[in-house]
């Protein structure tokens, strides 16, 4: 099965830089997603790694490390915009479901 | 596009009452979810339909049924509601076609049962 472990909340000021770490135990998956939700909203897909590495997408970057069983989402020069949950989730072989993280509160404060 | 549609976006319900969730995607999508996201739970899978005519249970799929009644829509079930229900819940669809399966969202229902 599939087990994905994120800290709970994080506050950060305009500008400032976070880190949001995923820690997964699962038998074998495709890659690491993550999903930014607003207060009130739905889930809206951010990035992917099928890979080991960095993958950049603007003010955001997502790392994933295969054999540390780890990935990180960030964020960078913060925008209150981006006040959100930050949900990481694998796509585990042989079916085409998403397991998510409990996810992480990112407040923004000027 | 209009994406993904859930009706309604609220409902109050007594205990014992059954109701039915609804949901229509029109991106030509194989595959449809639906997910409980309770605070400090994540979103939990209830049900998916990885293609048309399929059905299969989730991580939380008691007291609840689903029908995939052509390829746009996926209802969702209550027979009996329970306290326990009150959540909010997400529809969700993708093509299932790459690795990332990354998924579309509608905007919720959110469920109270009293």
């Known amino acids: 099965g599939q087990s994905l472990e994120q800290p709970s909340e994080v506050t950060a000021v305009e500008g400032a830089i976070v880190q949001i770490n995923c820690t997964y135990q699962?038998?074998?998956?495709?890659?690491l997603s993550w999903y930014q939700q607003h207060d009130g909203g739905a889930p809206t897909f951010l990035s992917y790694?099928?890979?080991?590495g960095l993958e950049e997408t603007g003010r955001f970057s997502s790392f994933l490390s295969r054999s540390d069983s780890y990935g990180y989402l960030l964020l960078q020069e913060l925008q209150m915009k981006d006040s959100a949950s930050y949900f990481c989730?694998?796509?585990?072989?042989?079916?085409?479901?998403?397991?998510f993280g409990k996810g992480n509160q990112v407040v923004v404060i000027p | 596009n209009a994406g993904v549609t859930q009706t309604p976006k609220f409902q109050v319900l007594k205990t014992g009452q059954s109701m039915t969730l609804q949901c229509a995607q029109d991106?030509?999508?194989?595959?449809m979810y639906w997910y409980r996201q309770d605070p400090g739970m994540g979103l939990r899978l209830i049900y998916y339909?990885?293609?048309?005519?399929?059905?299969d249970k989730g991580e939380v799929p008691n007291g609840y049924n689903v029908s995939r009644l052509n390829k746009r829509e996926f209802s969702l079930r209550l027979e009996s509601a329970a306290p326990s229900q009150t959540s909010v819940y997400f529809c969700?669809?993708?093509?299932?076609?790459?690795?990332?399966?990354?998924?579309?969202f509608g905007p919720g229902t959110r469920l109270t049962v009293l």
């Open positions: 969700a669809s993708t093509d299932g076609r790459t690795d990332y399966n990354e998924q579309f």
């Open positions: 699962t038998s074998g998956f495709y890659g």
């Open positions: 790694n099928g890979l080991d």
């Open positions: 989730a694998v796509s585990p072989y042989g079916n085409n479901r998403l397991a």
């Open positions: 991106m030509n999508h194989n595959s």
């Open positions: 339909s990885a293609s048309e005519g399929t059905t």
